[in-house]
């Protein structure tokens, strides 16, 4: 079935969000829940929207969707204002908020048939790539009731993918989920971005998730978004970024010293494994070499970067308080 124009995806132009929130506020009577927000989301990455229960993530995620009205300011999805052309803007976006609801008497084919009626341009091909796409292609004719929590979290991912959305919203989607589905959750949405170039924005409060999951991440607090780090899978290796690199060693003492006298003005503390040492990445190697002639038996080189939750507790500057927060969100 040919799509007309409003409902095709759209092209791949990183000068063109596919998601633009622009000063959006969100009041409640007196309450202020979201401040003059602004994200932009491109197609093919994963955006994460972090912050502790209650800092505004589920009402963002309703107002981009239409569920909620904004108070002021602009949410314009595929360059549809959400406010003003809600039936064009949300024939791009997918969403799960919450649980996915599926009918648990069904199998999972005869789910995602019913809902294809109401999904211009989905068939039963679609369907099929989509069972083999989230990793039901085994389990597909099996009935809802019999699946995991993480197979229906799935089939729900599939099913808001049917229309072949550019964005897909996901709220909390990991809530209830044992470690093996939330890894399985997590590889799905980075392939689903990454290789169909969907732009893909959860909520969540679960740091280390988003560190694994997105390629950025929009740090909530009060309802404003105080930064939006991009996620560094792996470490640069340009000779002169400074680093602070761990040696786990077998005499501490003797590595001090001797990084002392090669290296006056070279960072040294004590770790519980050895050493803590702040450099350029080009002399790490002749450190190592220094410590071996020395005597010093080296068991590991390890780059310290910041992770996400240092960069959390950083941004916010709430230290403990925040902590316990997000220890709280965890433990629910």
């Known amino acids: 079935m040919k799509m007309d124009a409003d409902q095709r995806p759209m092209p791949n132009n990183e000068r063109q ?68 052309e809600k039936v064009k803007a949300l024939r791009y976006v997918g969403a799960i908020v919450e ?55 799935r089939l729900g991912i599939a099913q808001a993918l049917l229309h072949r ?23 799905y949405l980075k392939k689903l971005a990454h290789e169909e170039n969907v732009a893909v924005v959860v909520s969540s409060h679960l740091l280390s998730e988003m560190e694994l999951m997105c390629d950025r991440v929009a740090i909530i607090q009060d309802g404003a978004i105080r930064d939006v780090p991009t996620i560094v899978h792996s470490v640069a290796v340009g000779t002169t970024e400074q680093v602070t690199v761990m040696f786990n060693i077998d005499r501490p003492d003797l590595a001090k010293n001797t990084i002392k006298a090669g290296y006056a003005d070279m960072k040294v503390e004590d770790d519980p494994a050895g050493i803590r040492v702040t450099s ?6 002749s450190l190592n070499e220094c410590l071996v002639v020395a005597g010093v038996k080296v068991y590991e080189i390890r780059i310290l970067a910041k992770n996400l939750e240092d960069k959390f507790l950083e941004i916010t500057s709430t230290g403990n308080t925040l902590r316990e927060k997000i220890g709280e969100g965890n433990r629910k």
């Open 99 to 153: 649980n996915p609801e599926m009918y648990k008497f069904l199998s999972g084919y005869d789910n995602l048939l019913h809902y294809s009626r109401m999904a211009p341009g989905a068939d039963k091909y679609r369907i099929g790539y989509l069972s083999k796409l989230v990793g039901l292609e085994s389990r597909i004719r099996d009935k809802v009731k019999t699946y995991s929590l993480g197979m229906r979290q």
């Open 280 to 285: 350029e990445i080009g002399q790490i190697p």
């Open 165 to 187: 959305p550019s964005l897909l919203l996901l709220d909390e989607p990991t809530n209830g989920l044992d470690p093996a589905g939330i890894r399985e959750l997590r590889d």
């Open 17 to 84: 969000p596919i998601l633009d929130i622009h000063n959006v506020s969100k009041k409640l009577g007196s309450r202020q829940i979201i401040r003059n927000l602004n994200l932009q989301v491109y197609p093919g990455e994963v955006v994460g929207l972090l912050g502790p229960n209650g800092a505004g993530k589920t009402t963002l995620v309703r107002m981009i969707v239409g569920l909620i009205s904004t108070t002021s300011g602009r949410i314009a999805i595929a360059g549809h204002d959400i406010s003003r």
